[in-house]
């Protein structure tokens, strides 16, 4: 009998593979020129994210180009805030902007009809997981509470200074928006997951710059809580846990929220994934986007060192953090090769 | 008979003391009104900082106001490069620009006379040690290679990407650029202690978002070489590493670097700390400048938590940064009395 169960899922599960499985964060988007011209098509960027065939269209591109393992829903982190009634836009070339933050109370009473309104991501799931060889996995996804909270807070993307002081002058207003994301959030990936998402990722991408003791309340604290809500759920898809920046904290993460995967950034030693490994936790990780993106023998030499030290438990070949737009395609086409032995899928 | 050798150098030599001595980065600086003052009397910031009578007032002012057990000598990291040939400024309210990058060969042939053109430094190290009481203590510092080393390709500071797609692009040029830098940088150490430095500081301000590899290559190797020649220069003044931002990586930093200190920044762990102290090393840290700025009962229950939770070891109480030019004066002053249980000197 021929294995089907997608590679990301057996790894996911503790499997020590002969080779790891290997997806890219952002290998949809703007490096590839197919993307630029479906995106062209769409009025705007929170339009084309809530466009089921334009959505699937683009979450599928990277998938025909590469042999990656696993796709990842097209989607954005601020369809969460969206969702909440908070304004949100895309000013081009610049990113994110946020209208006034709601009161929480508003935030609180929109949360039962903020799954609804992301419907449409469902949608993408399942048109996507119908496209899709049965061998290859699914991967739906969702902000993480302090990093959404972050640009709920600021009304952009920034150092998050204010965001970070705000957690020590408003600590209590703070739980309070973290406990309203932290039951969207949750939500919205069990929603995901019914839809067709066969692993769930959450993406704390502003992990960095926090103390032990902040981390703990507002990263270690809602991660749990959203596993624990999922699970509550019955959905048992497993989940990737992705403290960017966390530095040495990821080991007090990996203590604190029982996800089945750890996403670690450029950062990561050998060492402290190793460490995780033996403790039965699959990794994942973590190419640095920029070598990926300069390339030539540094780039190869770099993929086979990593092959190396983590090969011997349950890991997911991936980056440190996204595919940078100007990334030459023959760079990712020749690192997934690289990986996986295979030019096509 | 009364100790007078100060708590600094005794707890940098594996001591476990009663209470961890104090300082803070940038304690000396925009936070004291005395300093502004000062600081108005000269006609920019290169002419104060090389100006042995203000320099060293600037030092001792805060050692006036706070039973601080170390000073640190005014100064900065880019006079390295000044010293080298490039041109350093700085814009008000901006910070610092740099003329172009010399040639290598230009840099290189610069070096010996590098350290004569600082002799201001030492004289304010001199200045400094004939004001201070013999039980404080007084320590030099220098800007590390690679930190320094991005200020003079991206003529300022930044995000340093242009910087580390450099390291990726040009290897060879890269490390031969951080070689000038580590000889230059070895002999401004060796020179600060012969005028009285009592301890050495070695700033890695930039030392996130590189991987392991990278890491090992631009960080651990330069320090430890610079190490290596203070050593060799007859100077025995332990040395306290700082890789700001290294995460996880600070125990590759160990491993690699025979520092007796290494200064932790805020994201350090507990468990990391106490895994260093284990290995002998002293610490220093890592209370959250933001924090600092802030103030009120979070504050307190942070440096308690801090002094519980390292006090098992030899450490150094410190900031994780600097301290923020607007952090009010009397949060500084009820952290140091909280540590020390002294009001005064």
């Not at 393992?69 to 949100?88: E, M, S, T, Y």
């Not at 508003?106 to 039962?112: F, H």
């Not at 060192?305 to 990334?327: A, K, R």
């Amino acid at each position: 009998m021929i294995q089907t169960t997608p590679k990301l899922l057996r790894a996911l599960a503790g499997e020590t593979l002969e080779r790891p499985p290997v997806w890219f964060m952002r290998q949809a988007g703007r490096s590839l020129p197919e993307y630029r011209e479906l995106r062209a098509r769409a009025p705007d960027f929170i339009a084309f994210c809530l466009h089921p065939e334009m959505a699937a269209e683009a979450t599928l591109q990277p998938m025909r180009r590469f042999p990656m393992d696993a796709a990842i829903v097209f989607a954005d982190i601020l369809l969460i805030p969206l969702a909440l009634g908070q304004k949100v836009w895309f000013e081009a070339g610049e990113g994110p902007r946020l209208g006034p933050l709601p009161t929480i109370e508003a935030l609180r009473g929109e949360v039962e009809a903020s799954t609804g309104r992301l419907a449409a991501v469902g949608e993408t799931l399942s048109r996507v997981r119908a496209g899709l060889e049965p061998d290859r996995a699914l991967i739906g996804f969702a902000g993480a509470p302090w990093t959404v909270a972050t640009y709920m807070l600021e009304g952009r993307g920034s150092e998050r200074e204010a965001a970070r002081i705000y957690a020590y002058e408003h600590p209590d207003e703070l739980d309070a928006l973290l406990d309203v994301l932290v039951d969207a959030t949750a939500r919205y990936l069990v929603m995901q997951a019914k839809a067709g998402a066969q692993a769930l990722k959450l993406f704390e991408s502003w992990a960095e710059g926090l103390s032990e003791d902040v981390f703990e309340r507002i990263v270690v604290r809602p991660h749990a809580a959203i596993v624990e809500k999922v699970r509550a759920a019955g959905v048992t898809a497993p989940i990737i846990g992705f403290p960017r920046g966390a530095g040495a904290e990821v080991e007090t993460y990996a203590e604190g929220v029982p996800v089945e995967g750890i996403a670690l950034d450029v950062q990561a030693t050998a060492a402290l994934g190793r460490r995780l490994q033996a403790q039965g936790r699959c990794i994942q990780g973590a190419l640095d986007n920029l070598l990926l993106r300069a390339g030539g023998p540094a780039l190869d030499a770099r993929v086979d060192q990593l092959l190396e030290q983590w090969g011997q438990g349950p890991w997911i070949f991936n980056l440190g953090h996204g595919v940078m737009p100007d990334t030459p395609i023959e760079h990712i086409a020749r690192t997934v090769e690289r990986v996986t032995g295979k030019a096509r899928w």
